[in-house]
């Protein structure tokens, strides 16, 4: 029965801090919008982008590279 009592009370505690916890997530929602939105985030879009493309360029050839090295060692 003590068990079963502990489990309620931290089910409880838990519970509690849910709404403080939902804020904190609306708080961090507002943020992100914020940065988003903000002018340096919008001039530096190209430079992320381009990034993100060379990095996935990078990790394809390396794919390649590996797949020939394994075809090559048969």
Known sequence: MNELRRERDALQ???ASVPALERD???????????????????TA???L?????????????GAGRW???RLER
């Not at 381009?50 to 390396?62: E, F, I, P, V």
């Open 46 to 48: 190209p430079l992320r």
């Open 68 to 70: 020939v090295k394994r």
């Open 13 to 15: 505690r838990t519970a």
């Open 25 to 43: 997530v609306e708080t961090l929602h507002r943020e992100l919008a914020g940065i988003e939105g903000s002018l340096a985030w919008r001039l």
């Open 50 to 62: 381009a990034r993100a493309l060379l990095r996935d360029r990078r990790a394809l050839l390396l």
